[in-house]
């Protein structure tokens, strides 16, 4: 599974090299941000659940920000905030809002988002919209939010750590099956 990854994922010698973070090398330069170990990756789902409940384009940035400084994995940050995206964004919210209302016994009906018709100006007033029906939630929503990402954050983690186990021992258990039939197979 780490060789897999380790395909597709950037190398961190070319991302300190590169142009634009070259002044981030010192900080950028542990390893525990790069290493594929199971507790930086599962630090790493977890801060990228909690950052991606966060409206807007800067959920991967701030995800990198956190995961620097408690020595997460960066990549696995930056990837699980891709659970939020334009068509699963509005569902978690409602659902942290009924979270909220639950908790706070808050009455009050959550409206749903202004709808967009396809033109150029209801994209262009999208974000505002949405934040404007966030800020309408008001405590309620962020109550909700804070107990969805705590919920989220915890079962990432707990989650990403069983099935490294679980990996982990079924790919020890397949090497010592091969290692105890290859002596048999050398005496036939």
């Keep these: ?23 981030l090398a010192p ?20 801060i990228g659940m909690v950052t991606g409940l966060i409206p807007g384009p800067v959920q991967m940035l701030l995800a990198a920000l956190i995961a620097i400084p408690l020595r997460a994995n960066i990549p696995a940050a930056m990837f699980a905030t891709l659970y939020t995206n334009p068509l699963t964004f509005v569902p978690l919210y409602i659902l942290a809002y009924q979270v909220g209302r639950v908790v706070t016994g808050d009455s009050t009906p959550l409206a749903l988002p202004p709808g967009t018709n396809w033109s150029w100006h209801a994209l262009a007033n999208m974000i505002p919209d949405t934040l404007a029906w ?55």
């Excluded at 060789?3 to 002044?23: E, F, I, N, Q």
Aim: proline share 4%; aromatic share 8%.
């Design 134 to 188: 966030m800020q309408s939630a008001g405590s309620t929503l962020l109550i909700g939010l804070f107990i969805q990402a705590t919920v989220f954050a915890l079962c990432a983690y707990i989650l990403t750590l069983v099935i490294w186990r679980i990996t982990v021992t079924l790919a020890w258990r397949r090497r010592s099956r091969s290692r105890k039939q290859s002596p048999a197979d050398k005496t036939v």
């Design 27 to 46: 900080v950028l330069s542990h390893p525990r941000l790069w290493h594929l170990h199971r507790r930086s990756v599962a630090l790493g789902i977890a």
């Design 1 to 23: 599974m780490r060789k897999t990854l380790r395909k597709y994922l950037p190398h961190p010698d070319s991302l300190r090299d590169h142009r634009a973070l070259r002044w």
